[in-house]
């Protein structure tokens, strides 16, 4: 059977939130979920709000999937969101209204990592089949976790920016910074490395669907 990218998204620590904040996020979600579920064909199911502070949503592509995490962390910011991703096969049909009632191995994946990556206070995981690149990457996650939880909006907006091909000049009056504020961003966070990564990840995800 065909193997399926399954996402499911955690905020972290919403219950200690305000409850107007909380509500806040939540609404800020449901506006970039609507966004992301037009703009991509390789959503099949779409991102979904499954209880208050989880959503979830299926891929049959790894080509956008880092670009629609980084908009969904630069969203919400300062609250912090858990990516867990699942790689595997989904054995019932594949809901196109909403990523609710479907079940196999991506998702049993994505949700067990998710229990993990709650334990060890980790933002995003990668669980499939090949139990060494699973180690491979998500080590890499953790190296890159320090780093993210330095990180103020500006900084995940512009990562987001960069994904969606604009340059420094856009970007910098997009988001009413200078451009030299911009290329300090991108090299303090290292951004044109974490693309590296992701992309390198993204790569090695399509090869196993």
């Given amino acids: 059977m065909k193997s399926y990218i399954v996402i499911i998204g955690d905020i972290e620590h919403s219950k200690q939130l305000p409850a107007d904040e909380r509500k806040e996020v939540q609404k800020n979600l449901e506006s970039v979920f609507y966004k992301l579920n037009r703009a991509s064909g390789h959503i099949i199911s779409p991102y979904t709000i499954t209880l208050g502070d989880e959503f979830q949503t299926v891929y049959d592509s790894a080509v956008d999937i880092f670009q629609h995490i980084w908009t969904v962390m630069a969203t919400i910011h300062p609250v912090y969101v858990r990516i867990s991703i699942g790689v ?3 054995t019932t049909e594949i809901k196109q209204k909403n990523a609710l009632g479907m079940d196999g191995p991506a998702f049993h994946k994505a949700r067990e990592q998710l229990l993990q990556m709650k334990q060890n206070k980790l933002l995003l995981s990668v669980s499939a089949e090949d139990e060494r690149f699973s180690r491979l990457v ?6 890159l976790d320090v780093n993210l939880r330095s990180w103020k909006k500006n900084r995940f907006t512009i990562l987001q920016k960069l994904y969606e091909g604009k340059e420094v000049k856009q970007i910098a009056k997009e988001i009413g910074l200078s451009e030299v504020a ?3 961003n991108i090299n303090a966070g290292t951004l044109d490395a974490v693309r590296g990564l992701c992309d390198s990840i993204s790569d090695m995800l ?4």
């Fill in 88 to 90: 595997g096969e989904i």
């Fill in 182 to 184: 911009v290329y300090k």
């Fill in 206 to 209: 399509e090869e196993m669907l």
């Fill in 138 to 143: 998500n080590n890499s996650f953790r190296i």
